[in-house]
C-alpha cells in the first residue's frame, strides 16, 4: 500500500502510569540503546489512564520522533492489561518489555538480541541477581509468592524475574492471541514453552516515583496468577474434607467411649471448636470456588481487553489499524 511504512525490526513497549518523572530519562536512555542497536525500531509508550502530564510527555514525544507510537487508553486498565495493549500494538521481529521506572536497564537490550539470536531462543528473561531499593516486605512477600507458585502450578515460570523479555514474533503471536482478561503475563509467556533463557542483572531502585503496586493490587495480581495457572486451590475442599472426615472418625470413637462410660454432659468447648472450624473451612472453601465463579462469569462476557482513547504514529493522529 502506497504510505505504508515497513514493519520495524525492534519495538519495546513500556506501560505507564503516572510517570511523568521518569518519562524523560527513559527517552534518553532507551533512544540510545536503540540507535547502537543500529536496528529500525519503535518505542511503544502506553499510557494507562494516569493523572499527571505523562499523557502530554508522550504526545510531544511523538511528535517529535517519529518512532515513538503514543497509546492512549480510556482508563487506568492496570499494569497487565496496558501492557497487553502495547503488545498487541508491536509490530518488530524482537519485542522488549520494559517498565517505565528504569528499574530494568534498557541498556541489557543489545546484549538481549545477541543472546537470543546465538542461541535460538524464542524469549530472553531478565532475572534478578539483585533488587535494590525495595522493602523487606516486597521482597520477602515476593520470594515467598514465585515459590508457591512453582508449587502449585505446572507451568514454568522462572523465579525472581518481572516482565522485562525479549520475545521472538513467534512467541508474541501467541501471547496475542490468547483472550483471558485476568493476564498474568509472566506467566503466559512461561507457559508457551520454546527456548527461553534468563540473562542475569541487578534490579535497580525505581528512578522517580512511587511504587504503583500497593500491597492491595499485588494480592489481586497473585490472586489471578494463582487461579489463571492452577485449579489446585480447588482441591481444597477434597483435601480438606478427607481430614476432616478421619478427625471425625477419631472423634466418633472417642465420643462413644465417654457414653459408655457414662461421662456425657461436659463438651461444650470441644463443640465449639468443631463448629466454629468446620463453619470457617466451609466458608473458606465457597469463597475459593465463588473466585474461580466470578472469573468464569467475567471471562464469559467477552469484553474487549481495553478501550484506546487516542493514538500517536509517525507524529499523527491514528486509529492504529
Ligand atoms: N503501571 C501501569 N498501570 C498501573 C500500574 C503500573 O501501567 O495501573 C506501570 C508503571 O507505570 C510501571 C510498570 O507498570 O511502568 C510497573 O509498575 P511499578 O514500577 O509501580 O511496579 P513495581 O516495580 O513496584 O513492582
Ligand atoms: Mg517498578
Redesign the pocket.
Known amino acids: 500500500m502506497p504510505g505504508q511504512k515497513k514493519n520495524p525490526v525492534v519495538s519495546v513497549v ?4 503516572n ?1 511523568e518523572a521518569s518519562l524523560p530519562e527513559l527517552y534518553r536512555r532507551l533512544k540510545k540503546v536503540l540507535q547502537t542497536t543500529r536496528k529500525s525500531h519503535e518505542m511503544i509508550l502506553v499510557n ?1 489512564g494516569s493523572r499527571d502530564s505523562t499523557w502530554q510527555h508522550m504526545e510531544s514525544l511523538a511528535r517529535r520522533d517519529s518512532s515513538v507510537v503514543a497509546i492512549d487508553l480510556s482508563r ?1 486498565f ?2 497487565q492489561i ?1 501492557l497487553s495493549a502495547g503488545l498487541k500494538l508491536a509490530r518488530g521481529q524482537y519485542v522488549l518489555i520494559l ?3 528504569l ?1 530494568d536497564p534498557p541498556e541489557l537490550l543489545p546484549e538481549m538480541i545477541e543472546l537470543m539470536k546465538r542461541e535460538s531462543a524464542d524469549v530472553v528473561y531478565g532475572q534478578r541477581r539483585s533488587r535494590e531499593g525495595e522493602s523487606k516486605f516486597k521482597l520477602l512477600t515476593a520470594t515467598f509468592f514465585y515459590r508457591l507458585l512453582r508449587r502449585m502450578t505446572d507451568v514454568d515460570i522462572p523465579l525472581d524475574t518481572g516482565d522485562f523479555r525479549l520475545m521472538s514474533r513467534r512467541a508474541l503471536r501467541i501471547i496475542n492471541d490468547m483472550p483471558e482478561h485476568h493476564r498474568f503475563i509472566r506467566g503466559m509467556v512461561g507457559w508457551i514453552g520454546f527456548h527461553q533463557i534468563p540473562v542475569l542483572y541487578d534490579r535497580k531502585e ?1 528512578f522517580a516515583g512511587a ?3 500497593p500491597f492491595k493490587r499485588m494480592l489481586k495480581f497473585a490472586l489471578d496468577a494463582i487461579t489463571g495457572f492452577s485449579t489446585v486451590p480447588l482441591r481444597l475442599a477434597v483435601y480438606s474434607g478427607l481430614i476432616a472426615g478421619l478427625v471425625a472418625v477419631a472423634l466418633m470413637i472417642y465420643v462413644l467411649g465417654s457414653w459408655m462410660s457414662g461421662h456425657v454432659v461436659q463438651g461444650w468447648t470441644s463443640l465449639t471448636m468443631i463448629v466454629l472450624w468446620i463453619s470457617s473451612l466451609q466458608l473458606l472453601i465457597s469463597g475459593v470456588m465463588g473466585e474461580y465463579l466470578g472469573r468464569l462469569y467475567l471471562e464469559s462476557k467477552r469484553r474487549p481487553l481495553f478501550i484506546i482513547k487516542g493514538a500517536l504514529r509517525h507524529g499523527k493522529h491514528s486509529d492504529l489499524q
Open positions: 513500556v506501560p505507564c502510569f510517570e494507562d487506568n492496570g499494569h496496558a517498565d517505565a521506572d528499574q525505581r511504587t504503583k503496586y
